[in-house]
């Protein structure tokens, strides 16, 4: 019987070492922007997420071209939270295929650096009748934390975009991750210069603990026609 508590302390204590830590993570390690006209600069947003039991410290970010820059937008994350990491490649003066790193520093023992991949194709600027007309969705912000939130609570956020281009931006779809989100766009065509609206509701009812949504809006900018956008939420039950 001694044997059986010492097996199982043992076994509980390597699990709870499992989580205690932070630890980095992320779904999406690659992105391959495809073909921009040189000059032009590609975007995109991969999202680090921390899976562990302790805080998240992101100490430092860094690429592996000057050319291309990247931002996270928090630099310390609870358990559960998530955040983006902005990465910018600006082609000026660049030609061909292009395959840049991006490497992320934390405070995660087991994996302290992520090596992320951005790759893409540098062509000639192509001058054509459209080029003037190209429509381009900017987001002011693509993530909202909501922070702590009482259980079975309704709550929402607007997030507000532009169209930047000179073209008719048309939303042809917007889904969430999960059913307990709705999203809501004030029109699904924006001309150039105008902006809109995207309300977004999160339902915590039978919800606990972190929680990470995602809001894909699918539209005809040629240059990022999938934006993903980010709510967070903290969900505490009235007993704790």
């Known amino acids: 019987m001694i ?9 509980s ?16 390690m690659e992105f391959d922007f495809g073909a921009v006209e040189q000059g032009q600069i590609a975007t995109h947003n991969f999202i680090l997420v921390n899976n562990g039991g302790a805080i998240l410290k992101i100490n430092d970010v860094h690429a592996s ?7 996270p937008d928090k630099i310390e994350l609870a358990p559960g939270e998530s955040t983006n990491i902005k990465v910018e490649f600006n082609s000026t003066g660049r030609t061909g295929k292009q395959e840049k790193y991006i490497f992320v520093k934390t405070n995660d023992p087991d994996n302290p650096e992520l ?12 001058v054509t009748k459209t080029d003037s007309i190209k429509p381009q969705l900017y987001f002011f912000e693509t993530m909202h934390d909501f922070g702590t939130v009482k259980e079975g609570v309704i709550v929402d956020y607007t997030f507000k975009f532009k169209n930047n281009g000179k073209g008719v931006l ?5 889904s969430t991750s999960c059913g307990c989100t709705i999203a809501s ?9 105008k ?4 309300r977004v509701e999160l339902d915590t009812k039978n919800r606990e603990g972190k929680m990470n949504r995602n809001i894909t809006i699918q539209s ?13 939420a903290d969900i505490k039950r009235d007993n704790q």
Not at 13 to 28: D, L
Not at 170 to 174: A, G, K, M, R, T
Not at 195 to 198: A, C, P, Q, S
Not at 220 to 232: A, G, M, Q, R
């Open 65 to 71: 071209c000057g050319c291309t820059a990247a931002k």
């Open 195 to 198: 902006e809109g609206t995207l």
């Open 115 to 126: 090596k992320f991949t951005f790759t893409g194709k540098v062509i000639e600027p192509q």
């Open 220 to 232: 005809n900018d040629p240059s990022e026609p999938n934006k993903l956008l980010i709510i967070v």
């Open 13 to 28: 204590s390597f699990a709870c070492a499992q989580v205690v830590g932070p630890k980095a993570s992320s779904q999406q």
């Open 3 to 11: 044997k059986f508590y010492l097996i199982l302390l043992c076994f």
């Open 185 to 193: 766009i004030s029109s699904k065509k924006i001309d150039p210069g």
């Open 170 to 174: 048309e939303v042809n779809n917007v």
